[in-house]
């Protein structure tokens, strides 16, 4: 009897699990199709920047410089061996482009922006806000969730752009003011082995990718949470960690086609 | 908040993430270092390239002057066909060598081209005939043992 239970369970999950994947998607479309207000009211968008986009540049600074310093002090350690220092330039920088940068600025902007967002959606929807906003035939989808999709999509690959170029900086603090690597080989080697098309602009579109998973979970989730004290926390957690789940598998998806060939 | 702040505000954020992909383009990636936009297509054959990598650069006289765009096997030939982007401010006599070097030991490999003598230019879609392959270890340790066995007991 338990083990016909425990399938009927599997089965259930598994509906729930595929009726969620359908709801986001036609969430998404829905964002889509009723964006063109946040465009041409573009102060809505604007305004969710600021939240989203300016607000997380200090943690987005802060978390680069001290990442890119620790591969500095690591690089060195492992590079010395092979009495390669030299190419530390190359390693912080390529780790960072190409990896560090899109998906840690990802996490951060994921707990920093996206429960933020999934909290004060849900707590509109616990408080009627969007019931009312439906009544005055107002569409919540185009005056709440496009802004701020728009927002999240482009404040993303900003983020991690400024994530790798502070990075690189710390690196370079570490590696060549304080250790005392050779400066010129520092800058002519990571010149010399990161590509522009190949690194720089997959990591942007890294980012962009990311960008647009974590915002819209972060909007299906305070858009379907139960109207709860209790939903709207249990939304927010599971914002978290289903987007930086989401953004470690589709790091390796992305990498696995984009650099395969190198 | 006050409308123009919030302006202000993204402004500065869409700036400083414009300026830093600017500056990873320019200063960490090779955008600012090299432009293949006005160039000229060269071949060259090499009975074995080693570890030459598309994309390598081609220097002469240590300055980059090319990359390296593809590399195949012609099966006519059974040697290894490169073929080369050259900037085309730098002209390179007919008679031009190339060689396969390694930058430092474990360094990435290159191509040299060392200038000849002669008074015609490579054109578009030329071929450097003279070239010299990639030195191979194995080839290297190889040889050394067998002169050292051909050598008389002593």
């Known amino acids: 009897m338990s083990a016909v239970n425990t399938i009927r369970i599997i089965g259930h999950r598994a509906i729930n699990a595929v009726w969620r994947i359908g709801m986001a998607s ?6 889509l199709l009723y964006s063109g207000s946040s465009f041409r009211r573009f102060h809505l968008t604007i305004k969710e920047l600021f939240s989203t986009g300016v607000m997380s540049l200090i943690i987005i600074i802060v978390a680069g410089l001290f990442v890119g310093m620790v591969l500095g ?44 967002m999934t909290a004060e959606i849900g707590l509109m929807k616990a408080t009627e806000q969007i019931s009312a906003m439906e009544m005055m035939a107002v569409n919540p ?3 709440i969730i496009a802004p ?28 060549v003011v304080q250790i005392g690597v050779d400066e010129g080989s520092f800058w002519s080697q990571m010149q010399a082995a990161v590509d522009f098309r190949d690194d720089i602009l997959n990591g942007v579109l890294k980012s962009f990718v990311f960008g647009i998973v974590v915002t819209l979970i972060a909007l299906f989730e305070g858009f379907d949470a139960p109207p709860t004290a209790e939903g709207v926390s249990g939304a927010t957690t599971r914002t ?14 992305l990498t696995a086609i984009m650099f395969r060939g190198n | 908040m006050e409308r123009t702040t919030l302006d202000l505000w993204v402004g500065i954020f869409v700036v400083a993430g414009v300026a830093a992909l600017v500056m990873l383009a320019m200063k960490v990636g090779n955008l600012g270092t090299y432009n293949v936009s006005d160039a000229y297509q060269v071949q060259a054959y090499f009975t074995n390239i080693g570890g030459l990598k598309p994309k390598a650069s081609i220097k002469s006289a240590g300055v980059v002057v090319g990359r390296v765009t ?11 066909k490169v073929e080369m982007s050259l900037d085309r401010r730098y002209q390179f006599p007919k008679d031009t060598f190339a060689n396969i070097l390694t930058s430092g030991l474990l360094g990435e490999q290159y191509i040299g081209l ?26 290297l340790i190889g040889k050394f043992i067998y002169n050292k066995a051909d050598e008389p007991a002593q």
């Open chain 2, 70 to 80: 593809g590399i195949s096997l012609d099966t006519e030939r059974y040697e290894a």
């Open chain 1, 148 to 175: 701020r999709f728009w927002a999240g999509v482009i404040s993303m690959p900003l983020l991690a752009a400024l994530f790798s170029a502070v990075g690189v900086f710390g690196g370079y603090l570490v590696g």
């Open chain 2, 114 to 139: 060392m200038p000849g003598g002669d008074s015609e230019m490579i054109k578009n879609g030329g071929v450097i005939k003279k070239t010299q392959s990639a030195v191979v270890l194995e080839d």
């Open chain 1, 141 to 143: 989808i185009a005056r």
């Open chain 1, 26 to 31: 036609r969430f998404f479309v829905n964002t």
């Open chain 1, 73 to 116: 002090l690591q690089g060195y350690e492992t590079l010395k061996r092979y009495g390669s220092e030299s190419a530390l330039g190359t390693m912080v920088a390529l780790s960072l482009v190409r990896e560090l940068g899109p998906v840690v600025a990802a996490l951060l902007f994921a707990s920093r922006a996206g429960s933020a």
């Open chain 1, 240 to 253: 978290v960690v289903t987007s930086s789940l989401a953004i470690l598998m589709l790091d390796f998806v």
